[in-house]
């Protein structure tokens, strides 16, 4: 919560902030298009154990969550640390480029080894490279991360909602 100004009494409240306030009703109005969307898709399961309209309401109901959340930080004060803008950018700002570099490559990767070494592998290599532009140092750890949290997304794509995704290893094992 913010310092309070001296005309404020210690119990109370900061005023409301525009910005923070926008933020969160931007997303909740993002959530709500998104259980709009989800609630106008056909019901009908088929053959897979849960329908197409389960995961947009999933992420819909997390994105409000999140912008319930932020508007009522927003409504107590705003939210911490924006008081006072940074006088010089932190480090990962000034490398922002170098991060784009490293998304872009490992993306460009994911595209062109997909169908060769499979789903698992090359989002494994796309987390990892996306990793190393954020400045992590150990790229054994992100791809043991990455591989640890692509593979409940390709069991759930293939088994929750019978999609066909490029086989778990592809043909090179």
Do not use: K, N
């Amino acid at each position: 919560m913010p310092t309070p100004t001296p005309t404020q009494a210690a119990g109370e409240a900061a005023p409301p902030r525009a910005a923070p306030l926008a933020v969160s009703l931007a997303l909740l109005v993002l959530a709500a298009g998104l259980a709009w969307g989800a609630w106008r898709m056909p019901r009908d399961a088929g053959y897979v154990v849960l329908g197409a309209h389960v995961f947009p309401l999933v992420i819909a109901g997390f994105v409000g969550t999140v912008g319930a959340l932020l508007a009522l930080q927003a409504l107590r004060g705003g939210w911490p640390g924006l008081a006072t803008p940074p006088t010089r950018p932190p480090a990962a700002c000034r490398s922002a480029r170098h991060a784009a570099a490293w998304l872009s490559g490992g993306l460009m990767v994911m595209a062109l080894t997909l169908q060769h070494i499979g789903f698992v592998p090359a989002a494994a290599l796309l987390f990892a490279c996306a990793a190393r532009g954020h400045g992590s140092q150990r790229p054994w750890l992100d791809l043991a991360v990455g591989v640890a949290l692509t593979l409940p997304l390709f069991w759930l794509f293939t088994l929750g909602l019978g999609l066909r995704l490029p086989a778990l290893t592809g043909r090179w094992i």
